[in-house]
Every structure is written in C-alpha cells, then in structure tokens.
C-alpha cells in the first residue's frame, strides 16, 4: 500500500501561484492514477485533476481548466499540482489520492488519501 503526503499549501494573494506536491512511499507511484481533490468548509469534495500513470494522460475540473497543472515525476515518487491565478474560490483543503481502477476523477474510486493541505487565497 502507498502512503502519501502533502506539502506546499498556504496563504497567498489572489492572482498568486502555488505548487502543491505529493510525495509517495511504499510502493512505486507508476502503479497509480493519481489524483488532487479539494474540500472547502460545508462543501463536498470536489475533483481537481488527475492524471495517469505514464503522465500522458490528464482531466481537470472545470473550475481549474486552464489555471492549474497536474503532473508527476515517478523517478522521484512525486506528484504536482501547480496553481495559477487563484482566486478566492480555490481556498480549501487539498488532498492527493491514489487509485488503480482508472476512473480519473470519481473520488469514490480513489483507494489511497494524504492527510491534505491547506490553500487560503485572500482576495
């Protein structure tokens, strides 16, 4: 089973950027889709962007579409999210999850989760 963990959340200026990483260990990344979530306060989880195992494959909700990049260097056991012009909206909880089924963007289908960080962006 792998074990994921976050890093790289915080608080920034709306129009700001941030790269949030996924560190995974025991078990090589390459066996998994892997994914990023957010949770804001009284909302559900929402799809942020996947990608698959070889990095060639990606999906993006369409709140991020165009703003945010996912990808991953399985060398180094890592994935990335990196997040452009954030908005106030964005501000939640971000977790990485793992999953093998390849269903990308269905949170149910997800196996494996990170403890999450949090992103504020302050308008």
């Known amino acids: 089973q792998v074990q994921l963990v976050e890093s790289g959340g915080g608080l920034v200026q709306a129009g700001g950027s941030l790269r949030l990483s996924c560190a995974a260990s025991?078990?090589?990344?390459?066996?998994?889709?892997m994914g990023w979530f957010r949770q804001a306060p009284g909302k559900e989880r929402e799809f942020v962007a996947a990608?698959?195992?070889?990095?060639?494959?990606?999906y993006y909700g369409g709140s991020v579409k165009g703003r945010f990049t996912i990808s991953r260097e399985n060398a180094k056991n890592t994935v990335y999210l990196q997040m452009n012009s954030l908005k106030s909206e964005d501000t939640a909880v971000y977790y990485c999850?793992?999953?093998?089924?390849?269903?990308?963007?269905?949170?149910?289908?997800?196996?494996?989760w990170g403890q999450g960080t949090q992103v504020t962006v302050s308008s």
């Open positions: 999850a793992a999953e093998e089924k390849n269903r990308y963007t269905d949170p149910a289908e997800y196996d494996v």
């Open positions: 990608i698959g195992r070889r990095g060639v494959t990606t």
């Open positions: 025991g078990r090589i990344l390459s066996s998994y889709v």
